[in-house]
């Protein structure tokens, strides 16, 4: 049975799925399963189901798409536990696919992007876009890849879909298909299908899964546990552009469109599209809206939202605004940097005013946290100890939260480069990197002394500058700085005699000569990792380097160890999309680095910092809205926020709109309406409103 639950709260959503959760299962042994969009949300479920239950363990928490695959695997036989079809298996498979494309005329424009196909990275960029596409096809197209599959090609994506599909391996579509039928047949052995499944988060699935789910309910309950923002009906309203763009024949009144409420109109089109896809399914309904607690203007805006109420019309006129009421706060700043120093005093304010307060209650998010995360670490670890505020950044990156791997792409970049003196002494900043060539912290003042002295610049030898088309001189390139300083120690020469036509680099002497060894050491293995990264070999010769590199330049400690498994973990990963997608062509070490950085990218970034104690500050990710007492938009920028996305110009999907499609600008928005709702006490907003520069005045996000 399809169970509904829907609030305006996701406490009330909480309090109704632990009362489910305390009714037990058949299979004592058998574990609970959530389906929820985020690794966050199913982060702050689990410590909420802890907070109602006493503990929180056997708990499954799964992504709807992995879900259906598992659950299709459970009613069909012979299933891979990963589709050829998953976009990093159609990858490898499209990059090969591109290679060896004929001279059939639909493909024309593949061949004018490409030319000679010399260039295997530029053919992995279009892989991993058409790729993209295709993913995006599958879920919300199912219609195109039934007729590309049954019509002769006329366009080259469905040439190319025709030729994926010729090896016979299974894709979402057909096997959605095959799943319908078999539930509807009774063909398959229930007892290894779970009891009960709950879905809490989503605020929009494709119409492809919704069908699949409502299949599903007929043999299995299947609890929707739904954010609803508004308890009547507002499947008809429409943004008052909506309406404008309206056909002249067409009278709104007679179609039934009105706006309602104009925050929920131009904001919730995601939601409103999805909850109006929902009413054509059979269900159980239960309502548990709530009205928001206090008398301030950010719970008249959650009332009015929540009534479908138009504040200014003639049932509904304006309200009075209290001069104490600072439930609602926009702040103009001039620069991100400003921003969150105005943030930080006016944490400090609401703390003040209100003793109950925590910093826990707090969380603080901006469309690009990478820029915001270093300046909130700047400001809030900066201030004395009595006003510092405890706090948490997640969502940063692999680069940030993960500086080795940095370092070993770094590494990496060198490969084919010119070993300019301040990268190649950049590297030894990494203690890991150091501690395997036996280089302490205060050698490193000593080493680039030495650099300096010996005149190092660039380039490993004469060889070197010659790749780059330049004179084939030996002066001022690494070989001839470090005989320089080996012969110095050997053979003083004071600055004035020569010795085989090398001026002796008498800076070294002493034990220091341990350090000059390390360097000697570490510059040696790099210069030998040049010829091995110029190469191109198949993938899985290159997994085997890219592991060298790891054991030859690294001696991680503890949290180290634990960064370096994240790129073995990565490693493995590549090597088993690609041996599923039975891909073997040589590759350059740049196509590798792409899709080894995609795959590091792709892994829950900074999940342990979600939620960590303090404030917390984190990306604005869709369907992540998690309540807060306070909530804190920084860097609302006319050109940050909706975050602008252009898709390819030959996604199909881009101007053929359809309900229920996914848009970016959307998510956005609807963000943001969920973000207004998951306010407790207070939201407050932030962005720059003059250039620092020359005080003119910047427009902030048009959602503000």
Same mark, same amino acid.
């Given at each position: 049975?399809?169970?509904?639950?829907?609030?305006?709260?996701?406490?009330?959503l909480?309090?109704?799925?632990?009362?489910? /959760?305390? +009714?037990? %299962?058949? !299979?004592?042994? $058998?574990?609970?399963? #959530?389906?929820?969009?985020?690794?966050?949300? =199913?982060?702050?479920?689990?410590l909420?189901?802890?907070?109602?239950?006493?503990?929180?363990?056997?708990?499954?928490?799964?992504?709807?798409?992995?879900?259906?695959?598992?659950?299709?695997r459970?009613?069909?036989?012979?299933?891979?536990?990963?589709?050829?079809?998953e976009?990093?298996?159609?990858?490898?498979?499209?990059?090969?696919?591109?290679?060896?494309?004929?001279?059939?005329?639909?493909?024309?424009?593949?061949?004018?992007w490409?030319?000679?196909g010399?260039?295997?990275?530029?053919?992995?960029?279009l892989?991993?876009?058409?790729?993209?596409?295709?993913?995006?096809?599958?879920v919300?197209?199912?219609?195109?890849?039934?007729?590309?599959?049954?019509?002769?090609?006329?366009?080259?994506?469905?040439? /190319?879909? +025709?030729? %994926?599909? !010729?090896?016979? $391996?299974?894709?979402? #579509?057909?096997?959605?298909?095959?799943?319908? =039928?078999?539930?509807?047949?009774?063909?398959?052995?229930?007892?290894?299908?779970?009891?009960?499944?709950?879905?809490?988060?989503?605020?929009?699935?494709?119409?492809?899964y919704?069908?699949?789910?409502a299949?599903?309910?007929?043999?299995?309950d299947?609890?929707?546990?739904?954010?609803?923002?508004?308890?009547?009906?507002?499947?008809?309203?429409?943004?008052?552009?909506?309406?404008?763009?309206?056909?002249?024949?067409?009278?709104?009144?007679?179609?039934?469109?009105?706006?309602?409420?104009?925050?929920?109109?131009?904001?919730?089109?995601?939601?409103?599209?999805?909850?109006?896809?929902?009413?054509?399914y059979?269900?159980?309904e239960?309502?548990?809206?709530?009205?928001?607690?206090?008398?301030?203007?950010?719970?008249?805006?959650?009332?009015?939202?929540?009534?479908?109420?138009?504040?200014?019309?003639?049932?509904?006129?304006?309200?009075?605004?209290?001069?104490?009421?600072?439930?609602?706060?926009?702040?103009?700043?001039?620069?991100?940097?400003?921003?969150?120093e105005?943030?930080?005093?006016?944490l400090?304010?609401?703390?003040?005013?209100?003793?109950?307060?925590?910093?826990?209650?707090?969380?603080?998010?901006?469309?690009?946290?990478?820029?915001?995360?270093?300046?909130?670490?700047?400001?809030?670890?900066?201030?004395?100890?009595?006003?510092?505020?405890?706090?948490?950044?997640?969502?940063?990156?692999?680069?940030?939260?993960?500086?080795?791997?940095?370092?070993?792409?770094?590494?990496?970049?060198?490969?084919?480069?010119?070993?300019?003196?301040?990268?190649?002494?950049?590297?030894?900043?990494?203690?890991?990197?150091?501690?395997r060539?036996?280089?302490?912290?205060?050698?490193?003042?000593?080493?680039?002394?030495?650099?300096?002295?010996?005149g190092?610049?660039?380039?490993?030898?004469?060889?070197?500058?010659?790749?780059?088309?330049?004179?084939?001189?030996?002066?001022?390139?690494?070989?001839?700085?470090?005989?320089?300083?080996?012969?110095?120690y050997a053979?003083?020469?004071?600055?004035?005699?020569?010795?085989?036509?090398?001026?002796?680099?008498?800076?070294?002497?002493?034990?220091?000569?341990?350090?000059?060894?390390?360097?000697?050491?570490?510059?040696?293995?790099?210069?030998?990792?040049?010829?091995?990264?110029?190469?191109?070999?198949?993938?899985?010769?290159?997994?085997?380097?890219?592991?060298?590199?790891?054991?030859?330049?690294?001696d991680?400690?503890e949290?180290?160890?634990?960064?370096?498994?994240q790129?073995?973990?990565?490693?493995?990963?590549?090597?088993?999309?690609?041996?599923?997608?039975?891909?073997?062509?040589?590759?350059?070490?740049?196509?590798?680095?792409?899709?080894?950085?995609?795959q590091?990218?792709?892994?829950?970034?900074?999940?342990?910092?979600f939620?960590?104690?303090?404030?917390?500050?984190?990306?604005?990710?869709?369907?992540?809205?998690?309540?807060?007492?306070?909530?804190?938009?920084?860097?609302?920028?006319?050109?940050?926020?909706?975050?602008?996305?252009?898709?390819?110009?030959f996604?199909?999907?881009?101007?053929?709109?359809?309900?229920?499609?996914?848009?970016?600008?959307?998510?956005?928005?609807?963000?943001?309406?969920?973000?207004?709702?998951?306010?407790?006490?207070?939201?407050?907003?932030?962005?720059?409103?003059?250039?620092?520069?020359?005080?003119?005045?910047?427009?902030?996000?048009?959602?503000?």
């Amino acid at each position: 049975m399809l169970y509904c639950h829907q609030s305006n709260r996701l406490e009330i959503l909480i309090d109704r799925l632990t009362d489910v /959760l305390r +009714q037990p %299962l058949r !299979a004592a042994l $058998a574990p609970e399963l #959530v389906i929820t969009p985020s690794n966050g949300l =199913a982060r702050w479920l689990a410590l909420r189901l802890a907070d109602r239950l006493g503990v929180c363990a056997n708990l499954s928490v799964q992504f709807p798409a992995t879900f259906l695959w598992e659950i299709s695997r459970v009613l069909l036989r012979g299933m891979p536990s990963i589709s050829a079809f998953e976009r990093p298996v159609l990858r490898w498979r499209l990059l090969e696919l591109l290679g060896e494309l004929d001279d059939t005329p639909c493909l024309a424009p593949l061949h004018a992007w490409l030319g000679d196909g010399r260039d295997d990275f530029r053919r992995y960029q279009l892989a991993c876009r058409i790729a993209d596409c295709f993913d995006q096809y599958l879920v919300y197209r199912p219609d195109w890849i039934r007729a590309w599959e049954r019509d002769a090609p006329e366009h080259w994506q469905a040439a /190319l879909w +025709q030729r %994926l599909t !010729a090896t016979g $391996a299974v894709h979402r #579509v057909s096997v959605q298909e095959q799943v319908r =039928a078999a539930l509807r047949a009774g063909d398959f052995d229930r007892n290894r299908l779970p009891e009960r499944v709950a879905v809490l988060g989503v605020t929009t699935l494709p119409p492809l899964y919704l069908d699949l789910l409502a299949e599903l309910a007929k043999v299995i309950d299947v609890h929707l546990l739904l954010l609803n923002p508004c308890q009547e009906y507002w499947g008809d309203i429409r943004a008052e552009r909506d309406l404008a763009r309206l056909d002249e024949e067409i009278d709104p009144e007679e179609a039934y469109l009105v706006v309602g409420n104009p925050l929920l109109a131009s904001l919730g089109k995601q939601g409103r599209d999805f909850i109006d896809l929902l009413q054509n399914y059979p269900r159980t309904e239960w309502d548990g809206f709530a009205e928001p607690a206090g008398n301030s203007l950010l719970h008249h805006l959650q009332a009015d939202i929540l009534h479908l109420r138009e504040r200014g019309s003639t049932d509904w006129p304006p309200l009075p605004l209290r001069a104490d009421d600072r439930s609602l706060q926009i702040h103009a700043c001039h620069g991100p940097m400003r921003e969150v120093e105005v943030l930080h005093d006016q944490l400090l304010a609401l703390f003040t005013a209100d003793p109950r307060l925590k910093p826990s209650d707090v969380v603080v998010m901006a469309p690009d946290i990478a820029v915001y995360g270093p300046l909130i670490e700047a400001v809030f670890d900066s201030v004395p100890r009595e006003r510092r505020i405890p706090f948490s950044v997640a969502d940063q990156g692999v680069a940030v939260e993960n500086p080795l791997i940095e370092v070993f792409f770094t590494l990496l970049d060198l490969g084919g480069g010119r070993f300019d003196a301040v990268q190649v002494l950049d590297l030894l900043e990494a203690p890991a990197l150091r501690r395997r060539f036996d280089l302490a912290e205060e050698d490193l003042i000593r080493i680039r002394h030495w650099v300096r002295s010996a005149g190092i610049r660039w380039g490993i030898d004469a060889e070197t500058k010659q790749h780059w088309d330049l004179p084939a001189t030996a002066e001022h390139t690494w070989r001839t700085g470090l005989d320089r300083l080996l012969l110095g120690y050997a053979l003083p020469g004071e600055g004035r005699g020569l010795y085989q036509d090398i001026l002796p680099c008498d800076e070294v002497e002493g034990s220091a000569a341990l350090a000059l060894g390390g360097l000697e050491s570490f510059t040696e293995a790099l210069f030998g990792l040049d010829a091995r990264l110029r190469e191109q070999r198949p993938l899985t010769a290159w997994l085997s380097v890219l592991r060298t590199v790891l054991e030859q330049f690294f001696d991680p400690r503890e949290r180290e160890e634990n960064e370096l498994q994240q790129v073995r973990a990565a490693l493995e990963a590549l090597g088993d999309t690609a041996e599923q997608a039975g891909f073997g062509e040589p590759l350059s070490l740049a196509v590798v680095k792409s899709a080894l950085r995609e795959q590091l990218n792709s892994v829950a970034s900074g999940a342990g910092r979600f939620l960590g104690g303090g404030v917390t500050c984190c990306a604005m990710v869709p369907m992540r809205s998690i309540p807060f007492a306070v909530v804190c938009l920084l860097g609302l920028n006319d050109d940050a926020y909706p975050r602008p996305h252009l898709p390819p110009g030959f996604d199909l999907m881009a101007n053929r709109f359809r309900r229920g499609d996914r848009a970016r600008h959307q998510d956005d928005r609807y963000l943001f309406l969920e973000t207004l709702l998951s306010a407790r006490q207070c939201l407050y907003l932030s962005y720059c409103g003059q250039n620092i520069r020359d005080n003119v005045r910047l427009p902030p996000s048009v959602l503000v």
